[in-house]
Nanobody, 116 residues
């Protein structure tokens, strides 16, 4: 069983920054193959960033250069540093495995709102 809790969202102005956290708990839970996803109302959930074994990082084209995914094994936490936020980044952000199926379980996520 994997338990992931997202936090760190909030309301920011365009150009602002936020750091999201994904805290993992449970025996054998892995932070080495994780992704950040986001979903706006009425839109499909999309993969924003992922980090896999070997510290391989991948980003969606629209967040490259602005978002950074990282992990802290001591804290069993995956982070998403988001800089230069844009209104189109507004969504609920979730963490999960870097690859998921339609049977994946999702937490409550954390709301990110970018607005002037």
């Amino acid at each position: 069983q994997v338990h992931l809790v997202e936090s760190g969202g909030g309301l920011v102005q365009p150009g602002g920054s936020l750091r999201l956290s994904c805290a993992a708990s449970g025996t054998r839970v892995s932070i080495y193959n994780k992704g950040w996803y986001r979903q706006a109302p009425g839109k499909q959930r999309e993969l924003v960033a992922s980090i896999t074994v070997g510290s391989i990082r991948n980003y969606a084209d629209d967040v490259k250069g602005r978002f950074t995914i990282s992990r802290d094994s001591a804290k069993n936490t995956v982070y998403l540093q988001m800089n230069n936020l844009k209104p189109e980044d507004t969504a609920v952000y979730y963490c999960n495995r870097a690859t998921v199926t339609n049977l994946a379980s999702w937490g409550q996520g954390t709301q990110v709102t970018v607005s002037a």
